[in-house]
């Protein structure tokens, strides 16, 4: 599967952004979406994810309340909007899918950069 990542870019603490993940074919076939992050020198992390068979989403503490991670099925399509961004979410974010045959997918990673 292919995921195409977008709606990166640059913009000042307290801003919002929407990323959305574009996905080569139906999420039916996959059991987790979401969204990973990797700041500058750090491992990267995970952000939010979403249970594609009951909805059930999850998140880091350090998004939680910030950030939600939702998906429109007609369109193959991931989404993590960022409110009240902080410039320690400056990171690239990475999508994934991991599908019911136990098998990760990513996409190209989109870049945030928050400033202060």
């Known amino acids: 599967v292919q995921l195409q990542a977008s709606g990166g870019g640059l913009v000042q603490a307290g801003g919002s952004l929407r990323l959305s993940c574009a996905a080569s074919?139906?999420?039916?076939?996959?059991?987790?979406i979401g969204w990973y992050r990797q700041a500058p020198g750090k491992q990267r992390a995970l952000v939010a994810t979403?249970?594609?068979?009951?909805?059930?989403?999850g998140y880091a503490d350090t998004v939680k309340g910030r950030f939600t991670i939702s998906k429109d099925n007609a369109k193959n399509t991931v989404y993590l909007q960022m409110d009240r961004l902080k410039p320690e979410d400056t990171a690239v974010y990475y999508c994934?899918?991991?599908?019911?045959?136990?098998?990760?997918?990513w996409g190209q990673g989109t870049q945030v950069t928050v400033s202060s």
């Open positions: 994934y899918v991991y599908s019911r045959e136990n098998r990760a997918y």
């Open positions: 074919r139906r999420f039916a076939s996959d059991r987790i």
């Open positions: 979403l249970m594609t068979d009951d909805g059930t989403t």
